[in-house]
């Protein structure tokens, strides 16, 4: 009796160090940003407004983020990402329970990672890091006019497949690709290709996204018909960039170059250039300020818009209570060409005048 009691028992022991040991080789994160803060326009549609805003220098988020160890350096990997408005608790991104990322796949120490869902494309994992109102004090409207480069993400790619290389002497490769899944191949895919490199105090990156006949199926993969808005008809859209940055001492300096083109049924194009310059300065370990300037260029062979341009000026504090938590306060001047109107990225509606002036303060927290 007592053999088989102490058998028992040590079978009992024998299966919790077992589901211990499968508990510890998996895990799941729980994590988010929530971000809100007030912000001023001097003129929308001819008015002045005051608004309370939210995701100004990160998109309010909660996400979780799953690993499972397989073996060999192999992993079962995912993230489910949802995004919200932290002002009235409405889902972002179309209403999009993870509309921000959605994927599953594996990854692979010595191979890379292979995943598929909704994604970001090759632009947008390469690229936006070096943009200033990506990486620094400046908020989501230090960004480019329009954003017709999708670096401030107006759109996720559907139904993709992506595959990052491991680092290998700081360079990482990224592709993706997103069916159309529809019984036309070439309707509304998206593909794209980037190279990112990061050694000390030096990052460089470029990259191409092409997508056909966008806005056609919004089911398919480049599942938002935002630019069309303004841009009726395209047949193509590609975009070009390339960037870096460079840290010395406190401070770090970075440029970056978008082109973006839009090819029109009609047989006309449009073309979205935009050139940025920018440093940001770590006053204190807790205090960093940012400037950057941003000159866009749109050239127009025919289309809704006329050729033009836009120059805008961008400054900004940031000051951190803690390691999640920072406020920060922000001032935006843009100035258009005479044809057209002022319209700063993020703001709800264009200037009725050539120039458009933002100021923004908010608080961020990071889980």
């Known amino acids: 009796m007592k053999r088989k009691e102490m058998a028992v028992a040590l079978a009992g022991v024998a299966i919790a160090a077992g589901a211990t040991h499968a508990q510890a080789q998996s895990s799941v994160t729980l994590y988010g940003v929530v971000d809100s803060g007030i912000t001023y326009t001097n003129n929308q549609n001819g008015h002045a407004a005051w608004q309370a805003t939210g995701g100004n220098e990160q998109g309010t988020r909660w996400g979780l983020l799953g690993k499972e160890e397989l073996g060999g350096g192999t992993r079962a990997v995912f993230r489910l990402e949802n995004g919200f408005n932290i002002e009235s608790g409405a889902a972002s991104q179309g209403g999009r329970i993870f509309g921000r990322r959605a994927y599953v796949g594996l990854e692979n120490d010595r191979w890379g990672t292979l995943t598929m869902g909704r994604q970001y494309n090759a632009a947008q994992e390469v690229l936006e890091p070096l943009q200033i109102g990506a990486t620094t004090a400046l908020t989501q409207y230090a960004l480019h006019p329009f954003d017709t480069d999708d670096l401030n993400n107006t759109f996720r790619t559907n139904n993709s497949v992506q595959y990052q290389t491991p680092t290998w002497y700081g360079l990482r490769a990224v ?176 200037s009725s005048t050539r120039t458009q002036i933002v100021a923004v303060t908010g608080i961020r927290h990071k889980f």
């Open 175 to 350: 592709g993706l690709y997103g069916f159309s899944n529809s019984t036309s191949f070439a309707e509304n895919r998206v593909w794209s290709l980037g190279a990112s490199y990061e050694n000390g105090p030096l990052q460089l990156g470029a990259a191409y996204v092409r997508v056909d006949h966008p806005a056609l199926d919004t089911t398919g993969a480049a599942a938002s018909d935002n630019y069309y808005t303004f841009i009726k008809g395209v047949t193509r859209q590609q975009i070009w960039g390339a960037g870096g940055a460079y840290a010395w001492g406190a401070a770090t300096f970075g440029l970056l170059y978008t082109s973006s083109l839009f090819n029109l049924q009609t047989g006309g194009a449009l073309r979205f250039n935009n050139y940025e310059g920018s440093v940001r300065y770590l006053m204190t370990p807790a205090l960093q300020f940012a400037l950057g300037e941003t000159y866009t260029q749109v050239l127009a062979s025919q289309g809704p818009k006329p050729s033009s341009h836009y120059l805008q000026t961008s400054v900004g504090a940031q000051y951190f209570l803690s390691k999640r938590t920072d406020i920060y306060v922000n001032a935006f001047y843009q100035r258009a060409s005479s044809n057209t109107v002022a319209a700063i990225e993020g703001i709800s509606n264009p």
